[in-house]
T-cell receptor, first 111, second 114 residues
Framework: GENVEQHPSTLSVQEGDSAVIKCTYS??????FPWYKQELGKRPQLIID?????GEKKDQRIAVTLNKTAKHFSLHITETQPEDSAVYFC??????????FGAGTRLTVKP | EAQVTQNPRYLITVTGKKLTVTCSQN?????MSWYRQDPGLGLRQIYY???????DKGDVPEGYKVSRKEKRNFPLILESPSPNQTSLYFC?????????????FGPGTRLTVL
């Protein structure tokens, strides 16, 4: 089955800096890669996703890149703000069904 | 308001006492799923359902049962809970079992098994 590894487990940046979180997956059949943000005590919420037919997707300060050959994908957050502080999860699946998540990255943005 | 609801939100129980965590969505979604969240392990899928009467095992189905008799409800059943099932549980739903729709999560149920 699919195995997703996520790094780093914790990340601390200064406000205004960029943050990058990386994930690798094992199943070459996976074709959908969402990223979720979970604030303390809250439910996970989708922030961006990418399908395997696209190499990069951007939404304002957030971007995701996908390298199918190397089986890794990354989340990039630019101009970080304190409200970006949260736990971020990557995930991989085939057709958005049998979802496998990474272990999460706790991002802290220091004002 | 479109939402996924779970009950109870918090539950403390003892080993072996059967329990059910309910999940309901009011968005007429076909797909529903259960996850458990444990520190350092992220979210792990327990079971999912593509539609009424269709359920499939996720990554960690052992010790759990589900049923999908109607579209809006997807209860999670622990027939004989054990302490290693102490966890935070999330139900989720999305429009289609075959589409690229956004998955919406419920508020979570924190279960403690003593």
């Amino acid at each position: 089955g699919e195995n997703v590894e996520q790094h780093p487990s914790t990340l601390s940046v200064q406000e205004g800096d960029s943050a990058v979180i990386k994930c690798t997956y094992s199943d070459s059949a996976s074709n959908y890669f969402p990223w979720y943000k979970q604030e303390l005590g809250k439910r996970p919420q989708l922030i961006i996703d990418i399908r395997s037919n696209v190499g990069e997707k951007k939404d304002q300060r957030i971007a995701v890149t996908l390298n199918k050959t190397a089986k890794h994908f990354s989340l990039h957050i630019t101009e970080t703000q304190p409200e970006d502080s949260a736990v971020y999860f990557c995930a991989a699946s085939y057709n958005n069904n049998d979802m496998r998540f990474g272990a999460g990255t706790r991002l802290t943005v220091k004002p | 308001e479109a939402q996924v609801t779970q009950n109870p939100r918090y539950l403390i129980t003892v080993t072996g006492k059967k329990l059910t965590v309910t999940c309901s969505q009011n968005m007429n979604h076909e797909y529903m799923s259960w996850y458990r969240q444990d520190p350092g392990l992220g979210l792990r899928q327990i079971y999912y359902s593509m539609n009424v009467e269709v359920t499939d095992k996720g990554d960690v189905p052992e010790g759990y049962k589900v049923s999908r008799k109607e579209k809006r409800n997807f209860p999670l059943i622990l027939e004989s809970p054990s302490p290693n099932q102490t966890s935070l549980y999330f139900c989720a739903s999305k429009d289609s079992g075959t589409g690229w729709d956004t998955q919406y999560f419920g508020p979570g149920t924190r279960l403690t098994v003593l």
